[in-house]
């Protein structure tokens, strides 16, 4: 499975941004302000709570310090987030694209090897989408909420920073 795979890869090395992932846990855990105490963190605040969380289950739960736990867990989490976003895709479009999705050498690289959280903007970004898609007319509420889950995206991470506009030029979008 993806996920197994994506879970090996991560004991096979890390790259710089994993020791950044890892220092943002331990700052939010000694109470510090990752933006005030490292330049590593050009990204909104929910990345590195995340962080911390995959910290405290390694203490809490494996009670570890060791990097590759640490690794392992985010892998673990970052893996679930695709099977999430694999499953959306299935369901849109077929399973032979959420399997293509989840099994795909790069998606194997840069979720278990490099753990890098473009997935979890993505996730919450075509939860949006997703969320308009198929209707004539869209409700206020509903336009606003996909709006808000696409803001909290953009906060996860600013990958996705012009799809707003795209969003304001469609039809019906009034």
């Known amino acids: 499975s993806s996920v197994i795979a994506k879970t090996i890869l991560s004991g096979l090395g890390h790259n710089f ?3 950044s992932w890892a220092l943002f846990s331990d700052l939010i855990r000694d109470g510090k302000n990752v933006y005030a105490e490292t330049y590593r963190n050009p990204y909104g605040p929910i990345w590195p709570y995340v962080c911390d969380g995959a910290g405290c289950v390694q203490a ?3 009670d570890s310090e060791s990097l590759v736990c640490f690794h392992r867990l985010l892998a673990l989490f970052l893996s679930l987030v695709d ?3 694999a499953a959306l895709l299935a369901r849109r479009y ?3 694209v959420g399997a293509l999705f989840l099994l795909n050498p790069v998606s194997l690289l840069i979720t278990g090897f490099h753990t ?4 979890l903007a993505i996730l ?3 939860v949006a989408c997703l969320s308009l898609e198929g209707r004539e007319t869209t409700s206020l509420a509903r336009y606003g909420a996909a709006m808000s ?3 909290v995206s953009l906060v996860v991470k600013h990958i996705l ?3 707003p506009l795209w969003f304001l030029f469609q039809p019906g979008a009034s």
Do not use: P
Request: no cysteine.
């Open 149 to 151: 889950l696409l803001g």
């Open 94 to 96: 077929s399973l032979a």
């Open 17 to 19: 941004d994993l020791e």
């Open 161 to 163: 920073i012009f799809l």
């Open 124 to 126: 919450l970004a075509l």
């Open 116 to 119: 890098q959280f473009e997935n």
């Open 83 to 85: 099977v999430a976003i």
């Open 60 to 62: 809490r739960v494996f």
